[in-house]
């Protein structure tokens, strides 16, 4: 029997559902394969001179499996980017309500070096992370925030898929004319960088302008009902981030898991103190303070991170109850038990499944 619930999309890439996975975690992105679902591993947050064994040990745990991989790649970055210089000219009143809110909250400053607090996104960055995605075994290259045709025209010579991560129909006009394959509509509802225009509003916009080029549906997705929803609307399957902060395999530290589980939707918020760039986060005493009165407006990218990556670093590597935070959608809401990737995809093919038999088994009501 045909799955009805198998998209053309799922054929293209060899998967057995129409679930996107996107995770920053190897471990995640492996299992999410196992399941049957398509991975995208995030290297947007990788110290560079790592990537190339990160890559390997995916492959040689994918197993064969198809999978995705994902840069961030925002235009007017600085053509270089020294971390230590970058620091040095901060504006004083800026980082002096930085270092008071180090010594309000007392923030130690973290062990180990990470992307964080040693790397400014340039453009010299970015050349080394896409040479090194390029040279990948990944059949599909996502990118967010920007469109870069050299990238794109470059992968697709590779006979790599391209994704392109879009919030309006603006964007996606410029994606589709620069070739890209799949077009991910990724609503103001999403974890991370994010538009103004919630899911359940762009998906049809994009749908309508796509022609034959494959969309995916982002943004608040927690439950299989959601990309059956997103698929009734045109879309060829759910690009999930949020919810896989719940798997074991993503390593979530315990006090973030524990906000994630204590949090709804009405606890992530719309900020610009994490990158500079507009981002959805789940809210915490860190968020809250760059909203109090006193606060100055959050420095843009890549100034923001300089400013602020120590601490973000610190409050991941203490497990600080109170500072810690991350990226999260209003999907949230389905974060409300730890549990596995496996359990996890499960339990959307099990809704999946469940969302269709109900819709039919209105339809047969009806005719009755
Ligand atoms: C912790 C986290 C980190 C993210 N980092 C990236 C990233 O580096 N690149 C990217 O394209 N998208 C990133 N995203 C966005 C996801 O690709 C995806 O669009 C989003 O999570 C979908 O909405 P949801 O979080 O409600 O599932 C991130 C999302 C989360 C939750």
């Given at each position: 029997?045909?799955?009805?619930?198998?998209?053309?999309?799922?054929?293209?890439?060899?998967?057995?559902?129409?679930i996107f996975g996107?995770?920053?975690?190897?471990?995640?992105?492996?299992?999410?394969?196992?399941?049957?679902?398509?991975?995208?591993?995030?290297?947007a947050r990788e110290m560079p001179h790592e990537i190339p064994q990160i890559l390997q040990e995916v492959d040689a745990r994918m197993q064969g499996r198809p999978y995705g991989v994902d840069l961030m790649l925002p235009s007017q970055v600085p053509r270089q980017g020294n971390i230590q210089e970058v620091r040095a000219a901060l504006p004083g009143a800026h980082v002096d309500f930085v270092q008071r809110l180090r010594e309000r909250f007392a923030v130690p400053a973290p062990t180990k070096p990470s992307f964080f607090t040693t790397q400014v996104r340039s453009e010299e960055l970015f050349e080394s992370q896409i040479e090194q995605v390029l040279a990948s075994n990944a059949i599909?290259?996502?990118?967010?925030i920007g469109l870069r045709a050299d990238l794109i025209a470059r992968a697709k010579a590779r006979g790599k898929l391209t994704f392109s991560l879009i919030g309006s129909t603006r964007h996606a006009q410029k994606a589709l004319a620069l070739g890209v394959d799949v077009l991910v509509a990724q609503g103001y509802d999403a974890g991370g960088h994010t538009g103004s225009i919630g899911t359940f509003s762009l998906v049809p916009q994009i749908v309508a302008v796509a022609g034959n080029t494959p969309v995916l549906a982002a943004g608040g997705i927690g439950t299989g009902g959601q990309i059956?929803?997103?698929?009734?609307?045109?879309?060829?399957?759910?690009?999930?981030?949020?919810?896989?902060?719940?798997?074991?395999?993503?390593h979530t530290p315990p006090a973030l898991l524990q906000r994630l589980m204590d949090s709804g939707s009405e606890d992530t918020v719309i900020t610009r103190a994490h990158s500079g760039k507009p981002c959805r986060v789940v809210r915490s005493d860190w968020i809250d303070a760059w909203t109090a009165a006193g606060a100055p407006e959050p420095l843009p990218m890549p100034m923001q991170q300089a400013l602020t990556g120590d601490v973000f670093a610190s409050m991941h590597e203490n497990d600080d109850?109170?500072?810690?935070y991350e990226a999260a959608g209003q999907s949230v809401f389905a974060i409300r038990k730890p549990t596995t990737v496996a359990a996890q995809m499960a339990e959307l093919t099990a809704q999946m499944?469940?969302?269709?038999?109900?819709?039919?088994?209105?339809?047969?009501?009806?005719?009755?």
């Open positions: 029997m045909t799955n009805p619930l198998r998209t053309p999309l799922c054929e293209t890439l060899g998967i057995a559902h129409p996107f995770s920053h975690s190897v471990d995640v992105v492996v299992e999410i394969a196992k399941s049957g679902g398509f991975p995208v591993l995030g290297l599909g290259i996502a990118t967010a059956v929803a997103s698929m009734a609307m045109g879309a060829q399957g759910g690009w999930l981030g949020t919810l896989w902060m719940a798997a074991a395999e993503n109850p109170y500072l810690i499944h469940a969302s269709l038999g109900q819709i039919n088994a209105w339809g047969e009501l009806r005719s009755r």
